[in-house]
């Protein structure tokens, strides 16, 4: 059974830094295309970052391109390190796992992905 497992959300100010780390068992990172998406109150959910761990090719959105950096330990852990936080990167995030899109079709695509976690709330607020 897959599962992906989010940590490290928070309550930081403008400015700040989080690290956000999504646990997965149940797959092979390897075989996987892996993503961190945004659910902000009142919008529609966003593909942030999104990986390849077999090759490191990665995507990122505009809204978080030179703030952002998904990595993985190339074992069962991806993360994101979020630097210079904003308000509007306020919401749950999640992250999702699938098997054949690439990472950018993965980030901007509205097709169903195949797995994801439970989301970890980040709240940035003075």
């Known amino acids: 059974q897959v599962q992906l497992v989010e940590s490290g959300g928070g309550l930081v100010q403008p400015g700040g830094s989080l690290r956000l780390s999504c646990a997965a068992s149940?797959?092979?990172?390897?075989?996987?295309?892996l993503g961190w998406f945004r659910q902000a109150p009142g919008k529609e959910r966003e593909g942030l970052a999104c990986?390849?761990?077999?090759?490191?090719?990665t995507y990122y959105a505009d809204s978080v391109k030179g703030r952002f950096i998904i990595s993985s330990d190339n074992k069962n852990t991806i993360f994101l390190q979020m630097n210079d936080l904003k308000f509007e990167d306020t919401g749950v995030y999640y992250c999702?796992?699938?098997?054949?899109?690439?990472?950018?079709?993965?980030?901007?695509?509205?097709?169903?992905?195949?797995?994801w976690g439970q989301g970890t709330q980040v709240s940035v607020s003075s």
């Open positions: 149940g797959l092979r990172l390897d075989d996987y295309q």
């Open positions: 990986i390849a761990p077999s090759d490191a090719d």
């Open positions: 999702a796992a699938d098997l054949i899109m690439t990472p950018q079709a993965m980030c901007t695509s509205d097709l169903r992905l195949d797995y």
